[in-house]
């Protein structure tokens, strides 16, 4: 992983790389020592120069499933990664939120509270600067152009999945589980809703979807960067040159599709699951 990571980089010069969460196969249980030793592990697998900026978000590998996580265990993500459960990482003038999707378990515990609280005040801050742009020139810079977050939306199963990093046809049917493998109906509608985004990155799932919500909500989930979860292990670049599908476990995006960002950027998910001594 760390030499397909650090080639990546070489090759292809991304100006800002997103880890779409499960950094860490045991964070939900890691002694401090054992966190201290991971987060080393971490630092120099995924080492960049300071022409790239990484981005990491959380996911259940990091700090548990909704029942396992607490404060403590998202607050010792957050300072390590500089990071916290609902962000906006603006690039160029594309906006880029970043939800902690383990809190959007909509059952009211202390830190889904803060973290809806949070995204609804976001959704009313930018629907209220918009109502109050001049569309001519600031349109963009007040809008979420893409929602990256660790679980996928709501989906019934992959069979309405697309993409060559699809599941393989026997596992396409396996029903998913609301709030264990997909978010609830529920928090993905009002995700939607507030920000009606025009692209969702996610991850969790092992294999790739393309998959569209409600006729106009793109969404891919990306596939494992892990070989210990797919034999193919790939990432997704988005590149506004990007013409061609290019067969080296990388998917690029034709962004021109979706929307327009000036820049290439990288999406990895995921490192957990790597074995130690890898
Ligand atoms: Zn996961």
């Known amino acids: 992983m760390e030499r397909a990571f650090q080639t990546a980089l070489w090759l292809l010069r991304p100006e800002i790389v997103f880890i779409l969460g499960d950094i860490f196969d045991e964070g939900k249980w890691s002694s401090q020592k054992h966190w201290e030793d991971d987060v080393?592990?971490?630092?120099?697998?995924?080492?960049?120069?300071?022409?790239?900026?990484l981005v990491v978000l959380v996911g259940n590998h990091d700090i548990g499933f909704h029942y396992e996580m607490d404060w403590f265990k998202l607050q010792r993500f957050e300072k390590v990664f500089n990071a916290s459960s609902t962000r906006i990482v603006t690039k160029k003038g594309v906006n880029f939120l970043l939800v902690n999707s383990v809190a959007l378990h909509g059952d009211g515990c202390p830190i889904c509270q803060s973290v809806e609280k949070e995204l609804i005040k976001l959704s009313r801050d930018l629907n209220c600067s918009l109502q109050h742009a001049d569309f001519s020139y600031v349109h963009v810079s007040l809008t979420v152009?893409?929602?990256?977050?660790?679980?996928?939306?709501?989906?019934?199963?992959?069979?309405?999945?697309?993409?060559?990093?699809?599941?393989?046809?026997?596992?396409?049917?396996?029903?998913?589980?609301?709030?264990?493998?997909?978010?609830?109906?529920?928090?993905s509608q009002r995700l939607l809703q507030w920000f009606k985004p025009r692209l969702i990155l996610s991850g969790h799932t092992h294999s790739g979807c393309e998959?569209?919500?409600?006729?106009?909500?793109?969404?891919?989930?990306?596939?494992?960067?892990s070989w210990r979860n797919r034999n193919n292990p790939s990432f997704i670049l988005v590149?506004?040159?990007?013409?061609?599908?290019?067969?080296?476990?990388?998917?690029?995006?034709?962004?021109?599709?979706?929307?327009?960002?000036?820049?290439?950027?990288?999406?990895?998910?995921?490192?957990?699951?790597?074995?130690?001594?890898?």
């Open 145 to 187: 152009s893409c929602v990256l977050q660790h679980y996928p939306l709501y989906r019934v199963s992959d069979a309405g999945c697309t993409g060559q990093d699809a599941a393989p046809p026997e596992e396409r049917h396996l029903l998913f589980r609301e709030k264990y493998d997909v978010l609830s109906k529920e928090a």
């Open 40 to 53: 080393r592990r971490f630092n120099r697998m995924f080492r960049h120069s300071t022409d790239t900026e």
């Open 211 to 225: 998959v569209l919500h409600d006729n106009k909500y793109p969404e891919i989930s990306v596939p494992s960067f």
């Open 239 to 278: 590149s506004e040159s990007a013409a061609t599908r290019i067969y080296l476990r990388l998917q690029t995006l034709r962004l021109t599709e979706f929307y327009s960002l000036k820049f290439k950027i990288s999406i990895f998910k995921t490192a957990a699951h790597e074995k130690k001594n890898t």
